[in-house]
């Protein structure tokens, strides 16, 4: 062999390894810019040979479909953006078009982030930018970082949301604005818990997260909110296997009274807000503004695909002289009951389109049907189960009078009230689902531990209720994690 066929030889050796390491060099690029574009059309391609294979062949043969590829829907993350930011490639963005706090940027920009607190976001666009100042002067362009990618899954509901078995906590808005509910999560879904409820309004009337809705944003009843990005926490928990539901306190609502007092109960006497020195402002259940504004809410979240939504205080005030009440009546002059039935009526018509479930919570009592409490509340079960998925009486055994239903210390008897109210509650409803609020705290119940909540769980389930919900206003649930880990999975 002469020199000129050995370099000939060797050059070819070479120009293989050469195009191999240029080929996993252009797969490694693919993967890491667009590897989201990739799992699409992977999803589109899996997605449509499945639908090909149902065509042709009989479903009973092919029981599992849709559990063995789910067909996804994306989302371009960057399709709406505020005036200011760009999007590049994988690079994020923000040209100042005036003096500029880095904190309004950072409030803005969260949203495409990986962050979840606004202070956080805020730091690293300093630290990236080599910023020292809070603010940033006209046309300097502001790189953000830990953008997401340009493609997310779609959280909304291809198709209607399946009741299921529901073991779930309730957080506050603060607590659910926190970075500490990730370990929180975490911890008690080892235990059992499945699903979290989280405030988007409780009775302040504050809106917890970033709203679009026109009339939220009219009055800026999220001026103080708690949630920095209520995307993400809906996304990363349902990632995480976590069945999402947002709490609604709709007529209750003492933002709203004091920002348009027009929409609050009236007084006949005074001419003001109704029982205003009582420390409970209601809004109007009559009024189609106060019922527009609960149900657009309750829209947009559906639309950012929670698993469910959860109307609380969905009722009328029982604390107060009632007869000096002013209603609007914009619906026609009607009973409570019908006020509060046709309400709930308009808001599960327009939720179901978005292929979620609506679930109500109503005075533990009302199961019991005694008519005084129902024309107080005008929450008549027989009435509201056909507007809902699921009902929730709240039958913390403590907020029971002594001597209810002949027995003498309520709070102390967490197996009969649990079972009573679910069954009582469950023969009124016509078949809808029942899921009660169980009591996780300690007052006017001396025998509150771990061994209240197991009666409390198994109260439940043998009433045939499809799960149960703890409430605890602090959000301090550590009985019922002792509770729960010393149960066998098979009780829970």
Same mark, same amino acid.
């Given at each position: 062999?002469?020199?000129?066929?050995?370099?000939?030889?060797?050059?070819?050796?070479?120009?293989?390894?050469?195009?191999?390491?240029?080929?996993?060099?252009?797969?490694?690029?693919?993967?890491?810019?667009?590897?989201?574009?990739?799992?699409?059309?992977?999803?589109?391609?899996?997605?449509?040979?499945?639908?090909?294979?149902?065509?042709?062949?009989?479903?009973?043969?092919?029981?599992?479909?849709?559990?063995?590829?789910?067909?996804?829907?994306?989302?371009?993350?960057?399709?709406?953006?505020?005036?200011?930011?760009?999007?590049?490639?994988?690079?994020?963005?923000?040209?100042?078009?005036?003096?500029?706090?880095?904190?309004?940027?950072?409030?803005?920009?969260?949203?495409?982030?990986?962050?979840?607190?606004?202070?956080?976001?805020?730091?690293?666009?300093?630290?990236?930018?080599?910023?020292?100042?809070? =603010?940033?002067?006209?046309?300097?362009?502001?790189?953000?970082?830990?953008?997401?990618?340009?493609?997310?899954?779609?959280?909304? @509901?291809?198709?209607?949301?399946?009741? @299921?078995?529901?073991?779930?906590?309730?957080?506050?808005?603060?607590?659910?604005?926190?970075?500490?509910?990730?370990?929180?999560?975490?911890?008690?879904?080892? #235990?059992?818990?499945?699903?979290? !409820?989280?405030?988007?309004?409780?009775?302040?009337?504050?809106?917890?997260?970033?709203?679009?809705?026109?009339?939220?944003?009219?009055?800026?009843?999220?001026?103080?909110?708690?949630?920095?990005?209520?995307?993400?926490?809906?996304?990363?928990?349902?990632?995480?296997?976590?069945?999402?539901?947002?709490?609604?306190?709709?007529?209750?609502?003492?933002?709203?009274?004091?920002?348009?007092?027009?929409?609050?109960?009236?007084?006949?006497?005074?001419?003001?807000?109704?029982?205003?020195?009582?420390?409970?402002?209601?809004?109007?259940?009559?009024?189609?503004?106060?019922?527009?504004?609960?149900?657009?809410?309750? #829209?947009?979240?559906?639309?950012?695909?929670?698993?469910?939504?959860?109307?609380?205080?969905?009722?009328?005030?029982? !604390?107060?002289?009632?007869?000096?009440?002013?209603?609007?009546?914009?619906?026609?002059?009607?009973?409570?009951?019908?006020?509060?039935?046709?309400?709930?009526?308009?808001?599960?018509?327009?939720?179901?389109?978005?292929?979620?479930?609506?679930?109500?919570?109503?005075?533990?009592?009302?199961?019991?049907?005694?008519?005084?409490?129902? @024309?107080?509340?005008?929450?008549?079960?027989?009435?509201?189960?056909?507007?809902?998925?699921?009902?929730?009486?709240?039958?913390?055994? =403590?907020?029971?009078?002594?001597?209810?239903?002949?027995?003498?210390?309520?709070?102390?008897?967490?197996?009969?009230?649990?079972?009573?109210?679910?069954?009582? !509650?469950?023969?009124?409803?016509?078949?809808? !689902?029942?899921?009660?609020?169980?009591?996780?705290?300690?007052?006017?119940?001396?025998?509150?531990?771990?061994?209240?909540?197991?009666?409390?769980?198994?109260?439940?389930?043998? =009433?045939?209720?499809?799960?149960?919900?703890?409430?605890?206003?602090?959000?301090?649930?550590?009985? #019922?994690?002792?509770?729960?880990?010393?149960?066998? @999975?098979?009780?829970?």
């Amino acid at each position: 062999m002469n020199f000129l066929e050995y370099l000939k030889i060797k050059f070819q050796k070479q120009k293989y390894i050469l195009s191999f390491v240029i080929i996993v060099i252009h797969i490694l690029i693919l993967f890491t810019i667009d590897c989201n574009k990739i799992n699409y059309h992977a999803d589109r391609l899996k997605s449509s040979a499945i639908s090909l294979y149902e065509i042709i062949t009989p479903w009973n043969n092919y029981p599992q479909a849709e559990d063995v590829i789910p067909t996804k829907r994306y989302i371009k993350t960057y399709r709406k953006l505020p005036s200011g930011f760009i999007h590049a490639g994988n690079m994020f963005f923000y040209k100042t078009e005036k003096k500029t706090k880095i904190r309004e940027i950072a409030k803005e920009a969260i949203v495409y982030t990986h962050f979840y607190k606004i202070y956080k976001l805020k730091k690293a666009i300093k630290e990236y930018n080599g910023l020292r100042k809070n =603010s940033v002067k006209k046309d300097r362009v502001i790189y953000i970082p830990f953008s997401l990618p340009p493609i997310l899954p779609d959280m909304r @509901k291809l198709s209607k949301t399946q009741i @299921k078995y529901i073991r779930a906590l309730y957080y506050s808005g603060s607590t659910a604005g926190s970075e500490k509910i990730w370990q929180t999560v975490n911890r008690f879904k080892k #235990v059992g818990i499945n699903a979290i !409820v989280f405030d988007a309004k409780d009775v302040t009337g504050i809106v917890n997260y970033n709203s679009n809705v026109p009339s939220v944003r009219k009055f800026n009843t999220h001026k103080k909110r708690t949630i920095d990005d209520v995307d993400q926490l809906i996304r990363v928990l349902k990632n995480r296997g976590i069945y999402v539901i947002t709490r609604i306190s709709v007529f209750r609502d003492s933002l709203l009274c004091k920002k348009a007092p027009d929409l609050a109960i009236r007084s006949k006497r005074t001419g003001g807000i109704w029982n205003s020195g009582s420390g409970e402002l209601w809004c109007d259940p009559t009024n189609k503004i106060v019922q527009d504004y609960n149900i657009d809410i309750a #829209v947009e979240l559906a639309e950012k695909g929670v698993d469910e939504i959860q109307f609380d205080y969905i009722r009328f005030p029982t !604390v107060g002289d009632f007869n000096d009440a002013d209603l609007k009546y914009h619906f026609g002059k009607a009973t409570k009951e019908v006020s509060i039935a046709h309400f709930l009526k308009r808001a599960y018509s327009v939720i179901s389109k978005r292929n979620t479930l609506l679930s109500i919570d109503i005075f533990g009592v009302v199961a019991w049907g005694k008519s005084v409490d129902i @024309k107080k509340t005008g929450q008549r079960i027989e009435l509201l189960s056909k507007y809902c998925d699921i009902i929730s009486p709240m039958l913390y055994p =403590s907020h029971f009078n002594d001597d209810f239903d002949k027995i003498q210390n309520p709070g102390d008897n967490p197996y009969y009230f649990i079972y009573q109210g679910c069954k009582k !509650v469950a023969e009124l409803s016509d078949g809808r !689902v029942v899921r009660p609020w169980l009591q996780a705290f300690k007052w006017r119940t001396p025998t509150y531990g771990q061994d209240y909540i197991r009666k409390e769980i198994i109260a439940s389930r043998d =009433s045939g209720a499809l799960g149960y919900m703890f409430w605890n206003a602090k959000n301090k649930y550590e009985t #019922v994690y002792m509770a729960m880990s010393r149960m066998n @999975k098979e009780d829970l």
